[in-house]
């Protein structure tokens, strides 16, 4: 019964290929992020959603374009791969309007070769 | 812009000792501050949240506190064990208020030995 799933676990890819990572969260939360996090395991955001709407953008390439079917769902696709995209991508989500723990999924290893 | 800083990239203790790690941030003052457990991985997993008026949160082995005036959070694992080992992060929320934002830090690896 996981919380928040992402899929798939790896993703080894050649550059300027176009892939997408999905999430999806069953605990009923309204909001939901994509970070990243690097080689230096710094966990930087890049985008937030509240109830499939666009909050946060956080200065990420065009290339980076997240998508939110339903509150449930947001996945990432990425256009024209880069080597410096490869890092680990975490989903995560949280009861709306702030003061309260993430739930985060596994992550999502990404290798551009 | 916020910067959020944890007092050093790895910690090493010895088994029953106390564990104190450290997150200090400039500019903008949170209205709370949170803490979690990264194994390697895995995802972050939340450990506790402190308010601004709160000066400090127990959760079993765990204490953290939460300095306003210092813009700093300390984090305290007592009688430490190999287990704990982990990265542990510090995390604020930034505006837009309303929409939680959370921003972390850089984190310190913990490494408990026996």
Known sequence: DTAVSQ???YLVTQMGNDKSIKCEQNLGHDTMYWYKQDSKKFLKIMFSYNNKELIINETVPNRFSPKSPDKAHLNLHI???ELGD?????CASARAGGNTEAFFGQGTRLTVV | SQKIEQNSEALNI???KTATLTCNYTNYSPAYLQWYRQDPGRGPVFLLLIRENEKEKRKERLKVTFDTTLKQSLFHITASQPADSATYLCALD???TGFQKLVFGTGTRLLVSP
Do not use: H, I
């Open chain 1, 79 to 81: 256009n024209s791969l």
């Open chain 1, 7 to 9: 899929t798939p676990k």
């Open chain 1, 86 to 90: 490869s890092a680990v991508y975490f």
């Open chain 2, 94 to 96: 930034l505006p837009p």
């Open chain 2, 14 to 16: 010895q088994e029953g």
